[in-house]
């Protein structure tokens, strides 16, 4: 139905602009509550418009025991610092052979890019497979641990 007239002009003059007496217009009682009051009953509606999530559980939370990060290191910074550790002791030298343990540094998974000029004994949690190719390509060593 078309309106010709807005509800505010209509009531114009009449003083409670059709809520009653002045007293039936006062507090929170008159509009449902404060807040978020009969968010689960009277204002259910508005509820589901403003946030439908507001109520009960959602979604899933998967246990942090079965989340496994890997920490992935790549050959050509082994090849590079190899000489540094060995210096600064987290790596040691046995006939013309460096062994570096990876985990001592931190990773635990040891990725192919780069190359080796030198052969290396590395030790690892896990490797790639290209990886183990390239060490034992510059006559090293994949041991996993």
């Known amino acids: ?20 007496s002045v007293k039936r217009r006062r507090g929170a009682g008159n509009k449902g509550g404060k807040g978020k009051a009969g968010a689960g009953k009277h204002h259910w509606s508005t509820t589901v418009i403003e946030n439908r999530y507001y109520f ?13 990060k890997s920490y992935p290191v790549n050959l050509n910074f082994l090849n590079d610092k190899a000489e540094e550790f060995v210096e600064q002791g987290i790596a040691t030298k046995e006939d013309d052979v460096i062994v570096i343990d990876v985990t001592e540094l931190g990773y635990n998974k040891v990725l192919a890019t780069g190359s080796l000029d030198i052969p ?18 510059a006559g090293g060593e994949a041991v996993e641990l």
Not at 56 to 68: M, N, V
Not at 120 to 137: G, Q, W
């Open 1 to 20: 139905m078309i309106r010709k007239g807005k509800k505010i002009n209509k009531m114009r003059g009449s003083r409670s602009n059709g809520g009653g």
């Open 120 to 137: 290396l004994v590395v030790k690892s949690p896990a490797f790639s497979e290209a990886a183990i190719e390239k060490i034992e390509e």
């Open 56 to 68: 009960g559980k959602h979604g899933f939370k998967r246990p942090q025991k079965t989340i496994h």
